[in-house]
């Protein structure tokens, strides 16, 4: 029986932690002061398209976006930004 317990703590103690896909009427974008870099549209340029979906994970700080080393963007849950990279090999991160 304390096996089981144990057992059913630990299941919903990890689907709490959860995130989920949100549908595109409810993204908003980053605003600008939180993009940095790969804003301007360049010929050539991948347009790569970011979605931050929801979740209690991690939903009281930023995320910051890299390209090739260099910080693009914070984004907040629900958030979208529009970054155009270097065609070819990237790093994201």
């Known amino acids: 029986m304390k096996k089981l317990l144990i057992l059913m703590f ?6 709490g932690c959860s995130t989920t896909p949100i549908s595109l009427n409810e993204v908003k974008d980053v605003p600008k002061e939180r993009v940095f870099k ?3 549209e ?3 340029y991948a ?3 970011l979605i931050r979906d929801k979740g209690l994970v991690g939903s009281g700080c930023y995320i910051n976006v890299f390209i090739n ?3 693009a963007a914070r984004l907040e849950t629900k958030e979208r930004v ?3 990279a270097p065609s070819g090999n990237i790093i994201i991160g």
């Open 10 to 15: 630990i299941g919903f103690s990890i689907s």
């Open 38 to 40: 790969f804003q301007n």
């Open 42 to 44: 360049v010929s050539n």
């Open 47 to 49: 347009n790569l398209i």
């Open 69 to 71: 080393g260099e910080e």
């Open 82 to 84: 529009s970054l155009y």
